[in-house]
């Protein structure tokens, strides 16, 4: 047996995962993403040479269990939640805002 490559501790008890390699979000290719269930939110793990090195906690603010995240051929994150009812969240890239027409 083998000693995990990463762990949390306590569990954040994870759900889906999906590697990204979307054009959406440049900065996030070859980061994991993982669902939590107990804590409630979309983790981020920044991996170098299938090592952890970074860990960002996004949609804390939500506060719902997710499921299952995956990523669409368009690029964006789709995540699940686990609630009653349950949602379909889309993430992706904040359209720019909408220049002033000239006066």
Not at 8 to 35: C, K, R
């Amino acid at each position: 047996m083998l000693a995990p490559v990463y762990y949390w501790d306590p569990v954040i008890a994870p759900s889906g995962a999906e590697v990204y390699s979307g054009a959406a979000f440049p900065q996030w290719q070859g980061s994991l993403f993982v669902g939590a269930l107990k804590e409630k939110r979309l983790v981020r793990l920044e991996l170098v040479n299938g090592r952890v090195v970074g860990e960002e906690h996004l949609l804390t603010d939500r506060g719902q269990r997710l499921r299952d995240v995956r990523q669409g051929g368009d690029g964006a994150l789709y995540v699940v939640t686990d609630e009653n009812p349950g949602e379909l969240w889309k993430i992706a890239p904040r359209a720019p805002a909408a220049a002033a027409a000239p006066r």
